[in-house]
């Protein structure tokens, strides 16, 4: 079923510690013209599957000329199935850049790679590969705390906001992300897993470095991504955004086997099933389903990265300013969106449907949009990829939209009550 799911965290972002400054377009366009790059700063250390000892390294983006000093943190992790890639490549590095010109702080990071009985005839299993992702999670938990120990220890040398860190994961790196915000009980550990083995040890946690402080984030997105189960979700509230290509044949699109080189892994379930998941427990979430698009594809492709960079600038932007906006999940044939995760009831859904009038429908210059008993606070029309290109304040149950300006195609407009949401699709000719 296709779904548009509300991402409003405006009552959220009141409790936050720090309120963020997001006027000027911060944190949504690329208000900066450049960033400092700062390479190779060691975050940790471990031993790696095979006994050796590995340093743990991280890169840091900064606007240039920024003066604020208590910027929201988003951590990248590669992908790679955990046997290769590298925090230079290319599926990180130019989000990366690209939101560091938006103002945030951002750090992409290495992690140990490597899978036991890799090169064997039976190849590394469910287990090899499950103790592959609990290394990378450890070594990533250890990159965010050593970010709060930097502002509880070091005078916050990066000028950040501890209270907004956020995850981002491509493939492999999702996998990260996703095990890092949601395996959080140690009773949820697979049995397959070996603990005791000297380079997992230290439990959930690990023993990668900066013991002391907590490495919960407040956000996360995956890119291709997966858990290995679901189940480890419950109890749990980290938001999520994840985009998933539907014929994706490296991470399954919902649940299957996934493989690395010629040896079947282990069942996980991908961003699809996930998503069904946070639904059914209330999570805060988006799901963007990449129709027609194989693995990655915001790597290879300019317009699939400008869809990425859409998709996560208004997830991220819920969080960080409280913007309240939609996320538009569909199909190229019929793109239009269901309802808010946490809009209104059932009842009143009803009766606003049957209440709502819009006209005309398809549209030249001019829409009437009007909802006997309730008053409309706002009208928000969105692109087909989710972008906001108009908003009018209302205050009552009637208004007239000019859409003189807009291009030709299909918009969503998004009518907001006392009540809760609607969305519809519009139109332009």
């Given amino acids: 079923m296709k779904k548009i799911y509300l991402l409003g965290a405006a009552i959220a972002a009141l409790f936050s510690v720090q309120a963020q400054d997001c006027t000027n377009g911060r944190y949504e366009n690329e208000i900066f013209t450049n960033f400092d790059l700062t390479a190779d700063i060691q975050y940790g250390a471990n031993l790696n599957f095979d006994g ?4 743990l390294f991280l890169d840091i983006y900064r606007p240039t000329g920024d003066t604020d000093n208590s910027r929201p943190l988003i951590i990248f992790i590669h992908g790679g199935s955990f046997v290769l890639g590298s925090k230079t490549g290319i599926d990180v590095v130019p989000l990366a850049e690209m939101y560091a010109k938006k103002g945030y702080v951002t750090s992409s ?3 140990r790679l490597g899978m036991k009985d890799l090169f064997t005839a039976s190849g590394p299993g469910e287990s090899g590969s499950s103790e592959a992702v609990m290394r990378a999670t450890q070594d990533a938990r250890a990159a965010v705390r050593f970010f709060k120990k930097s502002v509880a220890v070091d005078n916050n040398p990066y000028g950040i906001d501890t209270t907004n860190i956020f995850l981002v994961g491509s493939s492999a790196g999702g996998f990260v992300a996703l095990h890092l915000s949601y395996l959080d009980q140690t ?15 230290g439990g959930l946690e690990g023993n990668s470095g900066n013991p002391g402080y907590t490495s919960d984030v407040k956000a996360v997105v995956s890119l291709a991504g997966a858990l290995g189960d679901t189940s480890c979700m419950n109890n749990n509230t980290t938001p999520v955004l994840s985009l998933h290509g539907d014929t994706d044949d490296t991470v399954p699109f919902g649940t299957d086997m996934i493989s690395v080189a010629i040896f079947d892994l282990l069942v996980v379930d991908g961003s699809e099933t996930v998503h069904k998941k946070a639904e059914s427990l209330g999570i805060k979430n988006c799901f963007k389903a990449e129709y027609g698009a194989g693995h990655v594809p915001h790597q290879t492709s300019s317009a699939y990265l400008d869809t990425t960079e859409q998709y996560i600038t ?3 932007l819920s969080e960080v300013c409280g913007e309240p906006e939609y996320c538009i999940c569909n199909t190229p044939a019929d793109p239009i969106p269901c309802h808010p995760l946490n809009g209104p009831a059932g009842i009143e859904i009803e009766q606003m449907e049957e209440l709502l009038l819009m006209y005309p429908n398809p549209a030249q210059n001019e829409i009437a949009v009007s909802l006997e008993g309730f008053i409309i606070k706002n009208i928000t029309l969105l692109d087909i990829n989710g972008r906001k290109v108009l908003k009018q304040q209302v205050n009552e149950s009637f208004a007239n939209i000019n859409i003189s300006s807009l291009n030709l195609g299909v918009y969503f407009i998004k009518i907001e009550t006392e009540k809760g949401m609607l969305t519809k699709k519009l139109i332009v000719e």
Avoid: A, R, W
């Fill in 187 to 201: 009773s949820e550990i697979p049995s397959y897993i070996n603990m005791t083995d000297p380079s997992l040890s």
């Fill in 109 to 111: 990071i290495s992690y």
């Fill in 314 to 316: 208004q997830f991220l």
């Fill in 52 to 55: 050796t000892n590995q340093d």
